[in-house]
């Protein structure tokens, strides 16, 4: 896996996609989801938001009504 793949698979499900950059690591979103498919970097210095397991990803965009800083949106293509 290249550093791109693995970016992607830490930032994409099949529907929804994270942006680190907006990302306040609140956790309302992680805790929106009861499919624990999102989780926060183990870095302390450096915390944000990431998918952990998107195979488990349903689609119900829970994590997105939960998100104010616009963090998380709807894949479209
Ligand atoms: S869309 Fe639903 S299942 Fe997928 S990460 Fe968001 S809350 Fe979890
Ligand atoms: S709800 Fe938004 S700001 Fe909070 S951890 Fe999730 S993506 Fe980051």
């Known amino acids: 896996m290249n550093i791109h793949q693995l970016i992607r698979k830490h930032r994409c499900t099949a529907f929804v996609r994270v942006e680190p950059s907006r ?9 929106a989801c009861s499919r624990h498919v999102l989780g926060l970097t183990p870095i302390p ?31 479209t293509s």
């Open 23 to 31: 990302c306040e690591a609140c956790s309302a979103c992680i805790n």
């Open 45 to 75: 210095w450096h915390h944000h938001v990431r998918v952990v397991d998107a195979a488990k990803c349903k689609g119900c965009k829970l994590c997105i009504e939960a998100c104010t800083q616009g963090a998380i949106t709807p894949v």
